[in-house]
């Protein structure tokens, strides 16, 4: 695959295709890590996205625990507006 490098006010840029996107799993905004020798230049991820998964989140919590002071004073607030 061929991308073009392209003036973006004082720096060049290459646009990644939305293909090469979804194969890396990134969207816009996510850091890459550019390492550079000779003639050759790879970007990665900068660092590997977490994969959670439901059940090990919910096995981290103590469900027994006591509830937070601060949430039990707003969830017994009253409706102040048009509140449902």
Do not use: F
């Not at 990134?26 to 390492?35: A, E, I, R, T």
Request: aromatic share 4%; glycine share 4%; proline share 7%.
């Amino acid at each position: 695959m061929e991308v073009k490098v392209q003036q973006w006010g004082n720096s060049a840029a290459i646009r990644l295709p939305a293909t090469v996107l979804k194969l890396m799993n990134l969207v816009s905004g996510d850091v890459l890590k550019l390492d550079v020798s000779a003639e050759v230049m790879t970007l990665k991820p900068a660092k590997a996205k977490p994969h959670y998964q439901l059940a090990d989140l919910m096995a981290q919590c103590d469900l027994s625990a006591p509830e937070p002071a601060e949430l039990a004073a707003w969830n017994s607030m009253l409706p102040v507006g048009r509140e449902a």
